[in-house]
Antibody, heavy 119, light 107 residues
Framework: EVQLVESGGGLVQPGGSLRLSCAAS????????MSWVRQAPGKGLEWVAN????????YYVDSVKGRFTISRDNAKNSLYLQMNSLRAEDTAVYYC????????????WGQGTLVTVSS | AIQLTQSPSSLSASVGDRVTITCRAS??????LAWYQQKPGKAPKLLIY???SLESGVPSRFSGSGSGTDFTLTISSLQPEDFATYYC?????????FGGGTKVEIK
């Protein structure tokens, strides 16, 4: 059974940093692109970043470029999101999601971890 | 980035109704469109990919159509478990984007 379990969320002050983790199991993690998708409270979905199987390609939504870094450790079946210079508008539930083999479509999602940026 | 506009933003319908949701892209995206269902407090669930391909395990009452800039998600006979919010998502460009969502409520 495919499982994605996020952790690392919490309350952080504006300008602060946080590192999210996603532990994957039930599939060959190293064979899939992976993404982070977020959802602000009461709002819609926003794709944040994705990373190729070997980590050689990474893409970001414009609003997080230069502040967030996506990475992965295939030996640990884990995905990460390093978030720096956090802003109030980064407050959201952050989901880890697996992309299907032939396109940037998300077939499995984690349960999400809440990040709150507030003083 | 490619903008996706969903309409309506919300709708009220009864069990058994046929429901259609529209997603319009700001530029042509071929068939690179997916649809998701999200229930409160839960992660989204993939329903349709490549505009019209039904994800495994999804009931056949769900269908998708369209290409280029105009797409639709149709629920042929609304069931109680279908009351949720639906999102479209394009994957034609490396900057992935979602529509604003359509909330389907009970009439």
């Amino acid at each position: 059974e495919v499982q994605l379990v996020e952790s690392g969320g919490g309350l952080v002050q504006p300008g602060g940093s946080l590192r999210l983790s996603c532990a994957a199991s039930g599939f060959t993690f190293s064979s899939y692109w992976m993404s982070w998708v977020r959802q602000a409270p009461g709002k819609g979905l926003e794709w944040v970043a994705n990373i190729k199987q070997d980590g050689s390609e990474k893409y970001y939504v414009d609003s997080v470029k230069g502040r967030f870094t996506i990475s992965r450790d295939n030996a640990k079946n884990s995905l990460y999101l390093q978030m720096n210079s956090l802003r109030a508008e980064d407050t959201a539930v952050y989901y880890c999601a697996r992309e299907i083999a032939y396109g940037d479509v998300f077939d499995y999602w984690g349960q999400g971890t809440l990040v709150t940026v507030s003083s | 980035a490619i903008q996706l506009t969903q309409s309506p933003s919300s709708l009220s319908a009864s069990v058994g109704d046929r429901v259609t949701i529209t997603c319009r892209a700001s530029q042509g995206i071929s068939s690179a469109l997916a649809w998701y269902q999200q229930k409160p407090g839960k992660a989204p669930k993939l329903l349709i990919y490549d505009a019209s391909s039904l994800e495994s395990g999804v009931p056949s009452r769900f269908s998708g159509s369209g290409s280029g800039t105009d797409f639709t998600l149709t629920i042929s006979s609304l069931q109680p478990e279908d009351f949720a919010t639906y999102y479209c998502q394009q994957f034609n460009s490396y900057q992935l984007t979602f529509g604003g969502g359509t909330k389907v409520e009970i009439k």
